[in-house]
């Protein structure tokens, strides 16, 4: 009778909010993993509860860390065949994604916290080095998380986000300045109110298959409904071709996995890690001018848009006057964003070229 009475007292909003939490609570720790040979942990690290996808007992341990609006399915193909290949493949859902919590402050999002997740993914697994390996935002927070703990990572192979140091200037006001009243999703997920999360949980299907097939390469979609550039025209699903089909690398069975991680979580804690740019560049003020010491592979498509249609040699020349030891460039052809799903032979077989070099 007490607790009946407790729980009526908290208003219609709340309970509805508990039942929310419990139901997702419940859903992320029931689910099976649906790619055969991979199973999935809850642990705890750095204050929060993380979803872990691992195969492979023994071996070095190599960490994946995703992107957005990704989780650890991005990595589907390359974690059973690098734990077939005799490593340790564990590829968490990042903050704030899939089946691990999303605190719900925007700075609990920073790079400080970001880095402290995957430090304590090793720390919860009893393992004192790892080799890391990140894509999109993944990428961004390995770039720092091995500056920020030097002693823990041995190598790094990151994908799609070529990194050239701190900048001079915030690159969130640059991209503001840039945009002006322009439509620039980074500059649209910055806005006040939740506009962009409130656009996509409305939608996650047609974000997920709208942003997956507009930057990746040899997509057949339709028209965008805007095509006018400013801001006001409106948000970002309907500035993406809708696709007319799926291509190889991205199924039905696919996409409706990865548009359910996105109906339970939702999309707000993947938007601020966007929020957090600025507030990145402020608090990594100390690692102007520092070099990424351990041996590492930069992997890209030749049509990711993040490249901007730069060469091996071009990147090649950016990135080494911050890395004491960058192996590689390798960009695979007729490949957009989703470098690793997208060609997840030729992205595996470039993995374990440098994983057998070190």
């Known amino acids: 009778m007490t607790k009946k009475l407790a729980l009526s007292k908290l208003g219609p909003f709340f309970l509805s909010l508990i039942i929310s939490v419990l139901s997702f609570q419940l859903f992320a720790q029931s689910e099976q993993s649906p790619v055969s040979g991979v199973s999935f942990r809850f642990i705890e690290s750095n204050g929060i509860t993380m979803r872990i996808a691992e195969m492979g007992d023994s071996g070095p341990l190599l960490l994946l860390a995703h992107g957005w609006p990704e989780s650890w399915y991005s990595w589907r193909h390359q974690i059973v065949s690098l734990a077939n290949a005799g490593y340790r493949v564990v590829a968490p859902d990042m903050r704030g994604f899939g089946g691990t919590e999303a605190p719900a402050d925007v700075d609990d999002y920073d790079v400080i916290h970001t880095a402290g997740d995957l430090v304590g993914i090793l720390d919860a697994l009893g393992e004192e080095t790892a080799i890391l390996v ?98 006001s025209a409106g948000g970002w699903i309907d500035r993406l071709g809708a696709p007319i089909r799926l291509p190889d690398w991205l199924t039905e069975d696919d996409l409706s996995y990865i548009v359910s991680q996105f109906e339970k979580a939702g999309f707000r804690g993947g938007v601020n890690y966007y929020r957090n740019f600025h507030r990145n560049w402020e608090i990594t003020e100390h690692l102007t001018g520092e070099k990424i010491s351990i041996p590492t592979l930069f992997i890209a498509g030749e049509e990711d848009f993040v490249i901007g249609g730069a060469t091996r040699e071009q990147l090649l020349a950016s990135m080494s006057p911050v890395m004491v030891d960058l192996r590689d460039v390798v960009l695979i052809p007729n490949t957009g964003h989703w470098v690793q799903q997208e060609a997840p032979l030729e992205t595996t077989a470039a993995m374990l070229e440098f994983l057998n070099s070190l």
Do not use: C
Not at 147 to 155: G, I, K, N, Q, V
Not at 191 to 206: F, H, I, K, S, T
């Open 134 to 231: 990140g894509h999109d935002w993944g990428a961004i927070i390995a770039w720092q998380t091995v500056l920020l703990h030097p002693e823990r990572f041995t190598a790094l192979i990151n994908m799609s986000v070529p990194y050239r140091g701190r900048s001079a200037q915030s690159p969130m006001d640059r991209m503001r300045q840039s945009a002006g009243d322009n439509f620039h999703y980074i500059v649209y997920h910055n806005e006040p109110g939740g506009v962009a999360e409130a656009e996509y949980d409305a939608n996650p299907r047609g974000l997920i298959s709208h942003v997956y097939l507009g930057i990746a390469a040899n997509s057949e979609t339709l028209p965008p409904k805007v095509t006018d550039p400013l801001r």
